[in-house]
């Protein structure tokens, strides 16, 4: 009986950090990623990143064709 109880609770343990580990949530928001995969359009080293963290950006006009 107390191996069952045991059991049971390692596998809710588990359930509860699968739960949040892969939905991470914050007091104002939810967290869709941890870390976002970005790649560049040209081939390169970045000198620059001209942004703050968690500054608001937006899609730039492309002129380019």
């Known amino acids: 009986m ?3 109880i045991v059991v049971m609770a390692l596998v809710l343990v588990r359930m509860l950090w699968l739960h949040y580990m892969n939905d991470p ?3 104002d928001a939810r967290v869709r990623a941890n870390v ?3 790649a560049p359009d040209v081939s390169g080293l970045v000198d ?3 942004v703050q963290d ?3 950006v ?3 006009r ?3 064709k």
């Open 36 to 38: 976002i995969n970005i």
């Open 2 to 4: 107390t191996l069952l």
């Open 48 to 50: 620059k990143v001209l």
């Open 62 to 64: 492309c002129y380019l």
């Open 54 to 56: 968690n500054q608001l």
């Open 58 to 60: 937006k899609k730039a």
């Open 25 to 27: 949530w914050t007091r």
